[in-house]
């Protein structure tokens, strides 16, 4: 089931500009920072840089919380999506996937059990 909006991810080319940059945009450091992603907590959602992938309008994923990805990847799968990325433990519990819909577009769901929806004020 979809919960909701969770995680926008930006794909950069410089992840140390990038964090320059967006902790100058968004007022403020990020509250996680690693050489393989960077995360802004933004109104109680989160704003993610990653140093791979390819920067642009094709490259940003939107991520939808779900309770269980891989139950909901299955899901997504039976309703003609079409693979676009496996569901994978990004470490701390944290779990992503992504498909394709029927028009093309990406639409990622993430399993985050650190996300407290109380914080999304």
């Known amino acids: 089931m979809i919960k909701g909006l969770r995680t ?3 794909p950069v080319t410089d ?3 990038g964090k320059e940059w967006y902790s100058r945009v968004l007022g403020h450091e990020p509250y ?3 050489p393989y992603y960077v995360g802004y907590s933004v109104g109680g ?3 993610g840089l990653i140093p791979d ?3 642009g309008a094709e490259g940003s994923i939107v991520y939808w919380g779900v309770t269980d990805a891989e139950q909901e990847m299955a899901r997504l799968l ?3 999506a079409k693979l676009h990325e496996k569901v994978k433990d990004v470490g701390e519990g944290i779990k992503v996937g992504a498909v394709a819909d029927p028009f093309g577009n990406i639409f990622g769901i993430i399993e ?3 996300f407290k929806i109380q914080d999304a004020s």
């Open 8 to 10: 926008v991810i930006y």
């Open 15 to 17: 992840l140390a500009r």
């Open 32 to 34: 996680f920072d690693q």
């Open 45 to 47: 959602f989160e704003l």
């Open 53 to 55: 992938g390819t920067p």
């Open 78 to 80: 039976t309703l003609d």
């Open 112 to 114: 985050n059990p650190r």
